[in-house]
C-alpha cells in the first residue's frame, strides 16, 4: 500500500507562515535591542560595581584610622598616669570613655556620610529620579524630629558634652536635677552615684548648667568659733602651725596645693569669735582635708588651752518656743459695750404691755 503527502498539507498555510514571520522579526528586534544596549549597560554595571568597592574601602580605611587615634590616645592616657604627677592630672577611666564615645561618633558620621553618598550616585547611575526621593526623606526627617524631639536634644547635648569636656567619668558634679560621682557619660544618658549611692541616671537634654567641682583644683574651708576672750594671736599661731605640720605629712602633702592660710576674722559676736581657715587642694579632696583638718585644730587648741566658743542656746534645746500669750485673747467686741449702736440694735425687743 503506497502513501503520498498531500499537497496541502505539505505547504504551510498564510496562518503559520505569519506567526513564524512574527516570531523571526521579534527575536530580531530584541537581537536588536540588546546589541544597542548592552554597552550601556555594562559600563552602568561597572560603574556600580567601582562605586560599591571604592565606598566600601574608604569606609573602612576611615573607621580604622579613627579606631587607631583613639586607641593611641587611650595609650598615652595610660602612659601618663603611670607617672608621679600624671596620676593626678590624668584620669585613665574617664579619657578612654570620652575618646571611645567620640570615636563612636566620628565612624558613625563616617559611614553615613559615605555609604549615602554611594547610593544616591547608585540612583543616579541608574537614571531614577531623585527629587521625589529626597522630598520624601526630607517630609520624613521632619516628621521623625518633631516625634523624637527628646531623644535628638539628648544625643546632640551628650555629644557637645563629650567634645567639650564638661565633664568625665570620676567627676564631683551638680547637674541640678542631681548631685554625684560621674560613673559613665553616654551620648544619651549620664550616671551619677549620689552621697547615698543611689544611681542617678540623667538625660542629657535635661542638664541646664553643670558645676563640676572636680576641675582646676578645690577650696577647703573651715570655721574655728573661739570665745572671745582667748588670745587672737596665739590662736592665729596655733591654727598656722596645724596647717604647716598637715602639708609635710602622707597623704596630705601631695592633696593640698597651697599652705593653710588663715584668712582672719569672718564674724564677731559678744558670745563668739569666728576665725576662717582656707586652703586650695586637689580636685575632689576639699570635704576630707576639711575634717582632718578641723580634726587638728581641735586637738592644737586643747593641747595649747584655748576655748571654743559655746554653740548658740537655740541650737542646743529642741524645745518649742512658749506661745504667744495674746494668740488666745479674742479681739475687743463692739457689744461688750452696751451704750454702742451694735448693742442697742441687739437688745431685746420689750414685751407688749396685756393689761390695757
Given at each position: 500500500?503506497?502513501?503520498?503527502?498531500?499537497?496541502?498539507?505539505?505547504?504551510?498555510?498564510?496562518?503559520?507562515?505569519?506567526?513564524?514571520?512574527?516570531?523571526?522579526?521579534?527575536?530580531?528586534?530584541?537581537?536588536?535591542?540588546?546589541?544597542?544596549?548592552?554597552?550601556?549597560?555594562?559600563?552602568?554595571?561597572?560603574?556600580?560595581?567601582?562605586?560599591?568597592?571604592?565606598?566600601?574601602?574608604?569606609?573602612?580605611?576611615?573607621?580604622?584610622?579613627?579606631?587607631?587615634?583613639?586607641?593611641?590616645?587611650?595609650?598615652?592616657?595610660?602612659?601618663?598616669?603611670?607617672?608621679?604627677?600624671?596620676?593626678?592630672?590624668?584620669?585613665?577611666?574617664?579619657?578612654?570613655?570620652?575618646?571611645?564615645?567620640?570615636?563612636?561618633?566620628?565612624?558613625?558620621?563616617?559611614?553615613?556620610?559615605?555609604?549615602?553618598?554611594?547610593?544616591?550616585?547608585?540612583?543616579?547611575?541608574?537614571?531614577?529620579?531623585?527629587?521625589?526621593?529626597?522630598?520624601?526623606?526630607?517630609?520624613?526627617?521632619?516628621?521623625?524630629?518633631?516625634?523624637?524631639?527628646?531623644?535628638?536634644?539628648?544625643?546632640?547635648?551628650?555629644?557637645?558634652?563629650?567634645?567639650?569636656?564638661?565633664?568625665?567619668?570620676?567627676?564631683?558634679?551638680?547637674?541640678?536635677?542631681?548631685?554625684?560621682?560621674?560613673?559613665?557619660?553616654?551620648?544619651?544618658?549620664?550616671?551619677?552615684?549620689?552621697?547615698?549611692?543611689?544611681?542617678?541616671?540623667?538625660?542629657?537634654?535635661?542638664?541646664?548648667?553643670?558645676?563640676?567641682?572636680?576641675?582646676?583644683?578645690?577650696?577647703a574651708t573651715?570655721?574655728?568659733?573661739?570665745?572671745?576672750?582667748?588670745?587672737?594671736?596665739?590662736?592665729?599661731?596655733?591654727?598656722?602651725a596645724v596647717?604647716?605640720?598637715?602639708?609635710?605629712?602622707?597623704?596630705?602633702?601631695?592633696?593640698?596645693?597651697?599652705?593653710?592660710?588663715v584668712l582672719?576674722?569672718?564674724?564677731?559676736?559678744?558670745?563668739?569669735?569666728?576665725?576662717?581657715?582656707?586652703?586650695?587642694?586637689?580636685?575632689?579632696?576639699?570635704?576630707?582635708?576639711?575634717?582632718?583638718?578641723?580634726?587638728?585644730?581641735?586637738?592644737?587648741?586643747?593641747?595649747?588651752?584655748?576655748?571654743?566658743?559655746?554653740?548658740?542656746?537655740?541650737?542646743?534645746?529642741?524645745?518649742?518656743?512658749?506661745?504667744?500669750?495674746?494668740?488666745?485673747?479674742?479681739?475687743?467686741?463692739?457689744?461688750?459695750?452696751?451704750?454702742?449702736?451694735?448693742?442697742?440694735?441687739?437688745?431685746?425687743?420689750?414685751?407688749?404691755?396685756?393689761?390695757?
Amino acid at each position: 500500500m503506497f502513501w503520498s503527502a498531500s499537497p496541502a498539507a505539505a505547504t504551510p498555510g498564510p496562518h503559520r507562515r505569519a506567526s513564524l514571520d512574527d516570531a523571526t522579526e521579534k527575536a530580531t528586534n530584541a537581537a536588536g535591542w540588546v546589541e544597542e544596549n548592552w554597552a550601556t549597560w555594562l559600563t552602568s554595571a561597572l560603574q556600580i560595581a567601582l562605586i560599591i568597592v571604592i565606598a566600601v574601602i574608604l569606609r573602612h580605611v576611615i573607621r580604622r584610622t579613627i579606631t587607631k587615634l583613639i586607641e593611641r590616645m587611650n595609650r598615652t592616657a595610660t602612659a601618663a598616669q603611670g607617672t608621679a604627677l600624671g596620676g593626678f592630672l590624668v584620669n585613665a577611666e574617664r579619657r578612654r570613655q570620652r575618646s571611645e564615645a567620640i570615636g563612636s561618633v566620628l565612624r558613625s558620621v563616617a559611614s553615613f556620610v559615605i555609604m549615602g553618598t554611594a547610593a544616591l550616585t547608585v540612583l543616579s547611575v541608574l537614571k531614577i529620579n531623585l527629587a521625589p526621593l529626597l522630598a520624601s526623606a526630607g517630609v520624613a526627617g521632619v516628621a521623625i524630629g518633631f516625634g523624637a524631639r527628646n531623644l535628638v536634644t539628648d544625643f546632640l547635648s551628650g555629644v557637645f558634652m563629650i567634645l567639650e569636656d564638661q565633664y568625665g567619668v570620676g567627676d564631683e558634679i551638680d547637674a541640678g536635677v542631681a548631685t554625684g560621682t560621674v560613673v559613665e557619660v553616654g551620648l544619651r544618658v549620664t550616671k551619677l552615684r549620689g552621697p547615698n549611692g543611689a544611681i542617678w541616671y540623667i538625660r542629657n537634654g535635661e542638664v541646664k548648667r553643670i558645676g563640676n567641682l572636680s576641675q582646676g583644683w578645690s577650696t577647703a574651708t573651715v570655721d574655728v568659733m573661739i570665745a572671745p576672750n582667748q588670745d587672737l594671736d596665739r590662736a592665729r599661731a596655733v591654727i598656722t602651725a596645724v596647717g604647716e605640720e598637715m602639708s609635710k605629712a602622707e597623704p596630705w602633702n601631695e592633696q593640698l596645693w597651697e599652705p593653710v592660710e588663715v584668712l582672719g576674722l569672718s564674724e564677731v559676736h559678744l558670745d563668739s569669735v569666728t576665725i576662717s581657715v582656707s586652703a586650695k587642694t586637689m580636685p575632689g579632696k576639699a570635704l576630707g582635708i576639711e575634717r582632718e583638718l578641723r580634726w587638728r585644730i581641735k586637738k592644737a587648741l586643747d593641747t595649747e588651752g584655748i576655748t571654743l566658743a559655746p554653740r548658740p542656746a537655740a541650737a542646743l534645746t529642741d524645745e518649742p518656743a512658749a506661745p504667744d500669750p495674746s494668740a488666745a485673747v479674742a479681739a475687743p467686741s463692739a457689744l461688750a459695750s452696751p451704750t454702742s449702736p451694735q448693742s442697742l440694735a441687739a437688745a431685746p425687743i420689750p414685751a407688749p404691755n396685756l393689761s390695757k
